[in-house]
C-alpha cells in the first residue's frame, strides 16, 4: 500500500527562526509532491508543489525533494506566529484521475 | 480565476437521515473533482474522484455515493446517515498539472 508518513507534532519553533517539515513516502516512483497549510477549521490551501530532485523557493518557503532516499521537506524561514498551522505532504504515486495521497501533516506552533 | 464552491457550510442531521452535499467549479472545463472526508484530528480520506461527466470512481466502500450530473457540479450523496459519517467534507478541483484545489469544506455532524 502506497504511503504518506509525517510526524504529527506538534512542532514549536519561536517565531524568526526556521522552520523544517519532512515527510516520507512509499513508491520511488512518484513524480510529483505538494505541500498544503491548513488553518484550524478551515480547508487546506497549496503553497509548494516540487516534481525534480533539489530545492525549489518562493518567498519564505523552501521545498526540497529527495527521490533516492524517498522524502520531501519543507522550511519556512523567519517563521511568524501566522504560520501556526497544521502542514499536509500530498504525494502523485502515479495514479490515474491525478489522485493525492495524503499524509496525516504536522502541527507546527510558532511561538511569540 | 477558478473558484470552488460548496454547501452547505455546516449541517446537523440525525442517524438515517439522507444527505446531499454540493460542489461546483467556475473559470474552468472539464476539470477532475474529488470528494475527501477528514475526521476531526485525522487526515484527509478520499472517497470518489471523477475525470468527466458522470464518470465516478470509488476509493473507500461506504453508505455514500456521488454524482456528476454536470462537467463542473459533483454531489455526495447518502441515502441514510450513520454517526461515523461526521466529518469535514472537502471537495476539490485539478488540472493537468495535477495540483489539488480545494473548496470551502461542509463540516458534518450526525446526531
Known amino acids: 500500500q502506497k504511503e504518506v508518513e509525517q510526524n504529527s507534532g506538534p512542532l514549536s519553533v519561536p517565531e524568526g527562526a526556521i522552520a523544517s517539515l519532512n515527510c516520507t513516502y512509499s513508491?520511488?516512483?512518484?513524480?510529483?509532491f505538494f505541500w498544503y497549510r491548513q488553518y484550524s477549521g478551515k480547508s487546506p490551501e497549496l503553497i509548494m508543489f516540487?516534481?525534480?530532485?533539489g530545492d525549489k523557493e518562493d518567498g519564505r518557503f523552501t521545498a526540497q525533494l529527495n527521490k533516492a532516499s524517498q522524502y520531501v521537506s519543507l522550511l519556512i524561514r523567519d517563521s511568524q506566529p501566522s504560520d501556526s498551522a497544521t502542514y499536509l505532504c500530498?504525494?502523485?504515486?502515479?495514479?490515474?484521475?491525478?489522485?493525492?495521497?495524503f499524509g496525516g501533516g504536522t502541527r507546527l506552533m510558532v511561538k511569540p | 480565476s477558478q473558484t470552488i464552491h460548496q454547501w452547505p457550510a455546516t449541517l446537523v442531521q440525525p442517524v438515517g437521515s439522507p444527505l446531499s452535499l454540493e460542489c461546483t467549479v467556475e473559470?474552468?472545463?472539464?476539470?477532475?473533482l474529488y470528494w475527501y472526508r477528514q475526521a476531526a484530528g485525522r487526515g484527509l480520506q478520499l472517497l470518489f474522484y471523477?475525470?468527466?461527466?458522470?464518470?465516478i470512481s470509488s476509493e473507500v466502500p461506504q453508505n455514500l455515493s456521488a454524482s456528476r450530473p454536470q462537467d463542473r457540479q459533483f454531489i455526495l450523496s447518502s441515502k441514510k446517515l450513520l454517526l461515523s459519517d461526521s466529518g469535514f467534507y472537502l471537495c476539490?478541483?485539478?488540472?493537468?498539472?495535477?495540483?489539488?484545489?480545494f473548496g470551502p469544506g461542509t463540516r458534518l455532524t450526525v446526531l
Open positions: 476539490a478541483w485539478s488540472r493537468s498539472h495535477n495540483e489539488q484545489f
Open positions: 513508491d520511488r516512483g512518484s513524480q510529483s
Open positions: 516540487i516534481y525534480s530532485n
Open positions: 500530498a504525494v502523485n504515486f502515479n495514479n490515474a484521475g491525478n489522485m493525492l495521497t
Open positions: 473559470g474552468t472545463s472539464n476539470p477532475n
Open positions: 471523477s475525470v468527466g461527466i458522470g464518470q
